[in-house]
Each structure stands twice: as structure tokens, then as C-alpha cells.
């Protein structure tokens, strides 16, 4: 029932203007001075047998909030006029009076904005002014307890008309009404906001840090990143970890998605010490963007590749590895060897865009500490000397693999000349050879080519023995002196070429136990920089953005409604069926490896229709696959098939942690070991299988269309292999790119199944029931690595 009407105190209250699961909010007119008031109430619930003294801690704790409150003097904190308890008949209320803001909450101000998100710079403005706020109430070891858009009013700033000022209000206001209710271990807070801690009634400061988080994820998302009924919300603040916020919203970098899941750590000390230094850390990580760089190596570089250490801003160096046969503008990413996301937080990206020089050749001697030349474009959040140039003309990358060291070159031929130096880039952070006159003792690969080295010398100083001693002999046998002066021209021309011969020789070895020593290290720093995230941890195979056709190709079959294609920088797979009837439920397309235990992920987007996912251990010549479906609606499926076009249903569910609706990122995986599955969605573990049947086989990509016409995008591809198992190329032809896509049928859920390629000319020499078994023949695995 409404107080409008009623007087408390000296406050005639008006009108509800709001209410919630903690009080209502009055506005009202002081009948002592001219102005308007909002007026926060909070009822008592009635006892069926009333007792004084009950009420009298709640009193207590009351009137000591509000001398704490009195205390606070923050330009972002709505301070209160006056406070009181009235008694009736009917029961008993407690109130709070503040000025009053006419334009309502956050949450009101943000209805009244539209769909649209804010642009990050009015979200990081936002949360600094609410976190500033805060952070003057802990300093006065005052916690809120119940931080949410609704708890704090705006008003208007002419200077910033698209960014209103913020006051937080409500303060204490949780714990009073705990403290009144029947239900004296009722939750304080708002379920959706609340940390795991405060569930359990342990409110620490970091306790508002994690729903300032979660309230900075839903500013910039649109998205809660929990949801559902109490129960639920509470079951996964305590175990679930949050999807990551750049898969609602693709724009933001995985530095806002690394300090928003450190905001939101299960426990308070997994936070940040405070949260003001969540607020700066937001800031910062939503204005970072990767280093970037250019690095110009030559062209005998680009063709066998090595090793680099460049020198970046501030100092610091990092190891560098070319790969072989890269291309003008390939871009090298090396994880977490950027700039920080925020101070003293993780690294990012290191991308490195290579420029081939025409004019000349590094010398392999160069010794792999010095630095290279090295120009900063962009990137963190530094300010460059140099200017930033834009590389929107440099195409997209290759993928860089991780692939096994070249084979020795072969040694340099007796007209051999020797390479030019290497011309520094101008510009930028040039970065030149370090001299020094300090002696460094040789290494053991320097050592070796000492050594060898002077074997090459004494075989020369024995030679031109040999020369000197075949010379006086013939000098006194004139009649053979035209014959033993071509002997000596011809043993010199030899000693000359057994000279240079040994020499490069000799100079050869080194660069390859150089180079040998370059690819290990680097090697090692690739295995490293892509850590399997799943147990039990592999070793990277390969890594594939899928922007280009490298791993998986092109191709389509419009007899069953398929396409593989590359749209927009990504992998993306249409399966159309020409009418409802047809038989051919999804269409796949494959990779060209074969693996049995391993780790297969890859970034998925489901753009229109029902369903995407992975095939696995599928076998080139039958049917023989397992099938991995996550279906828009948040259902997930694991199959088997076998070669007579049979299925069995491993195991089937519904996650929570699959980001349901058309256009949202699921991140896919699933580990094989041995006779055992795990499937993923977004880092989550949702289910296992067990099933024996097949042992290893090929991987590919599915889009399902089991009611609706489906497009399903990919990016990212990583694999990892267990227990030293790597994926062996399959036997067959090499078709053109037109022809290397595969379909996979299933009326309701996946019965049968079968491959398909462009076999026009075939298919119309046979009957319709010989089809099937043409297509299960047919050798469709043809992508070129």
C-alpha cells in the first residue's frame, strides 16, 4: 500500500516515484524549506508477536549507517538531508531523505538512450566516476553491498552531454534491510551483481569491484554475464566461469576481456587490490591495440628463414622467428610480447609485418644477439617518434605453422660470392649491430667452426708443400718442363679451390648449426606461445587463422546446396538444401591430416540457420566419423557414424556456456584421447564420451541445416597432438580447390551420411541408388596444406 499522502517527519510525501526489492522512493515536499526531496523508505515487516527489543539492534545499526554515510563528501556520491524511524499501529518504517534528481537512474537514462551500446570511451568515463566513488566509501571502510546501474542517479553535464554525471545512492541500505526482515539471513545485494563471497555474507571491498565488473560487462555487451532464476545466478557466480565479453561484442580486444575476468575472480584476492586500480586498468585496456611493426629481412631470409632479436620500445628485446617461404607483408604474431593490456598486467600481441628487401643480403654471420632493424607503426598505448602508417594494403597472412627445421642447404659452389650487408630500414626505432672491443668467449658452435677452420688451413698449408716439392722437381728435368709447369698451374688452380672449397666449407657448417640453433629456439617459442589450453596438454600442431585457403579450401556443389568460401577475412560454410525433402542435412569440408589423439579448436559463428561444428577421426574411403554439433539454441550434440551410413548418439545436451542466437561467437573444442571425448564450448568443459570405434582420421567443419538454410563462419583453427602423435598427409590426388568440398546427409538427426564432390559426369552415368556409394568412393580430401 502507497505512503503518498502521508507526512514523515517534516516531508509530505507526494508521489511514489520508485520501488524495489529494498524500499520505495517518495517524492516529497519539505514543509520547512521550499524544495522538493526524494525520500528512501524501508518498512518493517511485522513480527506475529511483537517484540521492542527485537527492533532495537536494527535501530541501532540504522543510525550508525547513516553517521558513517555523513562522513562521505564525494562529488559522485548523493549525500542525504535528514533520516528518522516512525512507529504506527500498522508498523513501523525507516527512512532517508536526499535530493531529488529528476532524471532518474542509470538504468532509466540508459532505457531512455536506445539499443544502441556506448561508445567504450562514455563506458570507461562511467565506471571511473562510479569506481571513484567507491573507492572514497572503502577508504572510510564503508562497503555498498549492492552496486547496480539502478543505484546510481544522473544528472546532465552541458560539457559532456552524452556522458551525464553519476552519484551513487543506496549506501548501507542492504545491510539495513537485512538487519529489519523476517528473514534475518536474507541475501543482501542483488542476485545478479553479487560476488560469490557475498552470498555467504562475507561483503568485502572487493565485493563492489565484482559488481562494478559486472556492471561495466553489461555496459559494454548489452549482455548479463549470468542469468536465469536465483538459484542458478548464484550457482554460477560460485562456479561458472563468465563467457568472455568480446564474444557479445566483437570489437572489444582480449585486454578487456582479461581484466574483466580478473574483476570478476571466484575469489576477492583474484581481484585487484582495490577498485580504483580496476578502474584504471579498464581504461587502459580499452584503448590498447597490438605493437605493430615492420621488420625487413632479405630475400634469402624470406626463402629459408631464422632468427632475429629486436629491440623494442623501452628496451626491450625479443627473440624473433622467420619461418621459411614467407611472403611480402606476412604478418608474425607473437603472443604476449606486446605492451601491456594495463599496468603491470599481461602482454599482447607482438605483430610483425615483414618487408623483403631487394638490394642486398643480411650476412649469415651477424651473431643472433645484436638487434635488427626494426620500425614501430603502432600499437599499446605509447607515443611514437615515428609516424603511423597505415598497412591496410598489406594483404591478409599466410597462417604460420609450426613446421620441423629445413634441411641442410647445399653447400656453396666454388664461384660462390660473398652476401652484401644487410641496409638498416631509416626511420622509426632503427636498430643497428652492437660494437664492442670487450672479448667474449667463443661459443661452442663458434669453437666448432675454429676448429674447423683450421683444418681447412693446414690442408692449404700442405697443398702448397706438396706444390713446392712437385716444383723443384721438375725444374731439374728440363725435357719435361712444358708438361710439369701445367702440372704446377694445375695444382695451384686445385690448392686455390680446395682453399675456397674448405673455406666456405667451413663457413657453411656454421650457418647451419646457426640456423639449426635459430629454428630450435624458436621453435620452442611457438610451442610455448600456444600452450594447449586443455587437459591432458598437447603440443601445437598448427594454427591457421582461416582467412586464407592453406589448411581447408574452396569449393561448393550445388546439387546439394554447399559452399566453402572465404568471406571477410573468415572460413565461412552455406548448406542450402534445394528442397525440404532433401536428404542431405549438413555440409562438410575437411583438412587434409590425419590424427588420432589431439586437441581440435576453432572460433565458430552461426549466422543464419541451425547448426555448426566439427567432424573428427572421419576415415577418406567410408563413412567412419565422429560428429560434434553446437546448435544456435544452445544444444549440443557428439555422434558416431559408421560405414554402412548408421548413427548412435554418444551424448546430447543443452550448456549454459554456449552464447545462444545468430551472430554470437562459441569458441568449439574437443579433445580425443584414446577412447575418450571431451567437448568444449568457450573453454568449458560440457560433456564427455567414451566410445572405441575409431582411432584417428582427419578433421573437418559442418554447417547444419535441419530446418533452416544455414551459414556458419570459422576463424582461428588450432590443433594439438597428444603424446607426440602429428597429423600425417593422406594419399589421393590433388584436385583443384572447386572440387574439395564434402557433404554429410541426415533427415532429422544425423542416420545416414556421405561425401560429396563435383562429380557431374560421373553422377549422371549412374543410377540414382549407385550415388551414395560413388560419393562414399570418391576421394574428396584433396586440400593442399
Not at 526524494?38 to 536494527?58: C, G, M, S
Not at 512507529?87 to 532505457?111: C, F, H, N
Amino acid at each position: 500500500m502507497t505512503l503518498a499522502g502521508q507526512q514523515l517527519g517534516h516531508y509530505r510525501l507526494v508521489r511514489l516515484i520508485g520501488q524495489g526489492g529494498m524500499g520505495e522512493v517518495y517524492l516529497a515536499q519539505d514543509t520547512r524549506l521550499p524544495r522538493q526531496v526524494a525520500v528512501k523508505v524501508i518498512r518493517y515487516e511485522h513480527q506475529p508477536y511483537p517484540d521492542t527489543n527485537a527492533l532495537q539492534p536494527a535501530e541501532r545499526l540504522f543510525q550508525r549507517e547513516m553517521k558513517a554515510l555523513s562522513l562521505l563528501d564525494h562529488p559522485h556520491i548523493l549525500n542525504f538531508h535528514d533520516f528518522g524511524e516512525e512507529q504506527s499501529a500498522k508498523g513501523s518504517l525507516i527512512y532517508m531523505v536526499m535530493p531529488y534528481r529528476p532524471e532518474g537512474s542509470l538504468t532509466d537514462w540508459l532505457l531512455q538512450r536506445g539499443s544502441t551500446l556506448l561508445p567504450w570511451q562514455d563506458v570507461s568515463a562511467l565506471i571511473t566516476q562510479a569506481a571513484s566513488a567507491l573507492q572514497h566509501a572503502h577508504d572510510h571502510q564503508i562497503v555498498h553491498q549492492d552496486v547496480k546501474p539502478s543505484n546510481f542517479l544522473v544528472r546532465t553535464n552541458p560539457d559532456t552531454p552524452t556522458r551525464p554525471d553519476l552519484f551513487l545512492v543506496d549506501f548501507g541500505i542492504a545491510k539495513v534491510f537485512s538487519a529489519t526482515s523476517m528473514a534475518s539471513q536474507s541475501v543482501r545485494g542483488t542476485a545478479t551483481y553479487m560476488a560469490p563471497e557475498q552470498w555467504s555474507g562475507e561483503a568485502v571491498p572487493a565485493t563492489d569491484q565484482y559488481a562494478l565488473a559486472i556492471m561495466a560487462y553489461q555496459l559494454l555487451t548489452g549482455q548479463l554475464p549470468f542469468q536465469g532464476r536465483t538459484q542458478q545466478i548464484m550457482f554460477q557466480h560460485m562456479t561458472i566461469q563468465p563467457p568472455l565479453p568480446s564474444q557479445y561484442n566483437t570489437r572489444l580486444s582480449p585486454a578487456v576481456d582479461a581484466v574483466l575476468l580478473r574483476a570478476l575472480g571466484k575469489k576477492a584476492e583474484e581481484r585487484f587490490p582495490n577498485i580504483k586500480l580496476f578502474a584504471l586498468a579498464l581504461q587502459q585496456a580499452l584503448s590498447y591495440t597490438d605493437l605493430q611493426a615492420t621488420l625487413e629481412i632479405t630475400s634469402l631470409e624470406a626463402q629459408q628463414g631464422g632468427q632475429r632479436v629486436v629491440t623494442l620500445p623501452g628496451q626491450r628485446q625479443v627473440a624473433v622467428m622467420i619461418p621459411p617461404n614467407v611472403q611480402q607483408g606476412q604478418r608474425l604474431q607473437l603472443k604476449e610480447q606486446g605492451m601491456p593490456y594495463y599496468e603491470h598486467g599481461p602482454r599482447g600481441a607482438l605483430l610483425l609485418t615483414l618487408s623483403i628487401a631487394q638490394g642486398g643480403a643480411r650476412p649469415f654471420t651477424v651473431p643472433p644477439e645484436q638487434s635488427d632493424a626494426l620500425t614501430v607503426l603502432s600499437g599499446g598505448r605509447m607515443t611514437n617518434p615515428s609516424p603511423v602508417t597505415s598497412d591496410a594494403h598489406i594483404p591478409p597472412a599466410p597462417p604460420i605453422f609450426l613446421v620441423p627445421p629445413p634441411p641442410p642447404r647445399p653447400l656453396p659452389s666454388m664461384g660462390a660470392t660473398p652476401a652484401t650487408p644487410f641496409p638498416l630500414a631509416s626511420g622509426g626505432y632503427a636498430l643497428t649491430p652492437q660494437t664492442s672491443a670487450v672479448y667474449n668467449r667463443p661459443k661452442p658452435s663458434q669453437w666448432r667452426t675454429v676448429l674447423i677452420v683450421t683444418i681447412a688451413l693446414l690442408v692449404i698449408v700442405s697443398s702448397l708443400a706438396i706444390g713446392g716439392v712437385i716444383y723443384n722437381t721438375v725444374a731439374t728435368n728440363n725435357t719435361d718442363a712444358v708438361a710439369t709447369a701445367q702440372a704446377i698451374a694445375n695444382s695451384d688452380a686445385t690448392t686455390t679451390a680446395l682453399n675456397a672449397n674448405a673455406t666456405t666449407t667451413a663457413q657453411a657448417i656454421a650457418d647451419d648449426n646457426a640456423t639449426a640453433t635459430a629454428q630450435a629456439q624458436a621453435t620452442a617459442t611457438f610451442i610455448a606461445a600456444n600452450a594447449d589450453p586443455y587437459q591432458p596438454a598437447g603440443t601445437v600442431a598448427w594454427v591457421d587463422p582461416l582467412s586464407q585457403p592453406h589448411k581447408w579450401q574452396e569449393g561448393a556443389n550445388a546439387d546439394f546446396g554447399g559452399k566453402c568460401q572465404f568471406v571477410n577475412g573468415a572460413f565461412q560454410i552455406t548448406q542450402t538444401p534445394p528442397n525440404k525433402d532433401f536428404l542431405y542435412k549438413y555440409f562438410q569440408c575437411d583438412e587434409f591430416n590425419s590424427y588420432s589423439n589431439f586437441a581440435f579448436e576453432v572460433k565458430m559463428t552461426i549466422n543464419q540457420g541451425d547448426c555448426g561444428g566439427l567432424t573428427l577421426r572421419s576415415n577418406t574411403n567410408t563413412s567412419n566419423l565422429y560428429l560434434y554439433e553446437v546448435c544456435q539454441d544452445g544444444s549440443y550434440y557428439f555422434y558416431k557414424y559408421t560405414a554402412n551410413s548408421s548413427s548412435m548418439s554418444l551424448t546430447r545436451g543443452n550448456a549454459v556456456a554456449i552464447s545462444k542466437g545468430l551472430g554470437q561467437l562459441n569458441v568449439v573444442a574437443v579433445v580425443a584421447n584414446g577412447s575418450n571425448y571431451d567437448l568444449y564450448v568457450n573453454g568449458q568443459k560440457v560433456d564427455t564420451a567414451n566410445d572405441s570405434t575409431y582411432g584417428q582420421g582427419i578433421l573437418g567443419l559442418v554447417a547444419s541445416a535441419y530446418t533452416n538454410p544455414t551459414a556458419v563462419t570459422y576463424q582461428d583453427a588450432r590443433v594439438w597432438t597428444i603424446k607426440g602423435w602429428y597429423g600425417r598427409s593422406l594419399p589421393g590426388p590433388r584436385h583443384p580447390a572447386t572440387t574439395s568440398s564434402c557433404c554429410q546427409s541426415n533427415p532429422l538427426r544425423p542416420s545416414t551420411i556421405s561425401r560429396c564432390q563435383d562429380l557431374t559426369a560421373s553422377r549422371a552415368a549412374l543410377p540414382a541408388r549407385d550415388e551414395g556409394a560413388l560419393l562414399a568412393r570418391s576421394s574428396s580430401y584433396s586440400q593442399l596444406l
